[in-house]
């Protein structure tokens, strides 16, 4: 039955758009995810064997950091950045790990934020 005060909403192409765009975001890991995941991929694809320095773990990051939060505001890539260093464990530092080792380990923290 149709209220008599409302009329009927004819949807709009904008509607459907926003729609589609709105439902491909909420689809997409978080950024802190996608921070993790891209530093993973670079330690996995160089060097995967070696052991993971400190030096290394830096250039991951900023690799990641440059190629996920370029074009984010400043506020929502800091705490995506706060997010992501959050999900790291404690105990992952504790042992020496190769590269490829360091890349699972982060993959597995990207699935908790």
């Keep these: ?3 008599p005060n409302r009329g009927t909403a004819m ?9 589609a765009a709105l439902h491909q975001l909420l689809t997409l890991p978080s ?13 996995a694809k ?3 064997t070696d052991e993971l ?8 990051l900023a690799l990641a950091d440059a190629r996920v939060l370029t074009g984010w505001p ?12 959050r999900a790291l464990s404690p105990d992952m530092w504790d ?6 080792e360091w890349s699972l ?4 923290a990207a699935r908790t934020v």
């Design 74 to 85: 400043q506020y929502i890539a800091q705490n995506a950045a706060r997010r992501a260093m």
């Design 46 to 48: 160089h060097k995967p």
């Design 95 to 100: 042992g020496s790990r190769t590269r490829g």
């Design 53 to 60: 320095t400190v030096a290394g773990w830096g250039r991951a």
């Design 1 to 3: 039955m149709k209220e």
């Design 31 to 43: 950024i802190a995810a996608q921070l993790l995941t891209a530093a993973a991929d670079h330690l």
């Design 105 to 108: 380990c982060l993959r597995a």
């Design 11 to 19: 949807p709009t192409p904008e509607t459907g758009q926003t729609d």
